[in-house]
């Protein structure tokens, strides 16, 4: 258990917990095979209480991802990257798409 974690169930009625947020600005974008950025979301503010994870739900729909490839997804808090994963892209015949 974290040390927040301990405060929020021992002390939160003798302890303000208001010091263990931090604010922070942070963007999630999607990095062509190029190095490019293909798409990004506008920077927005997320209060969260530090620690060793934070989880941050985004979803996008309508992204048109330019060709076949490795593709970077990057998340950064204050202008410094935190996480990077990525996912391929393949492109098929036309028929491997029909149904039967």
């Given at each position: 258990?974290?040390?927040g974690d301990w405060?929020?169930?021992h002390?939160?009625?003798w302890i303000p917990l208001d010091f263990l947020r931090?604010?922070?600005?942070h963007v999630l974008r999607i990095?062509?095979?190029?190095g490019t950025p293909t798409f990004e979301l506008p920077e927005t503010k997320l209060t969260v209480v530090p620690g060793p994870r934070v989880q941050?739900?985004?979803?996008?729909?309508?992204?048109?991802?330019p060709a076949p490839g490795r593709y970077t997804v990057q998340v950064t808090a204050d202008r410094t990257p935190v996480f990077n994963t990525s996912f391929a892209i393949?492109?098929?015949?036309?028929?491997e798409f029909q149904s039967s």
């Open positions: 258990m974290s040390i405060l929020k169930v002390a939160k009625d931090a604010t922070v600005r990095i062509a095979p190029a941050l739900n985004l979803g996008v729909a309508g992204i048109i991802l393949e492109q098929g015949e036309e028929k």
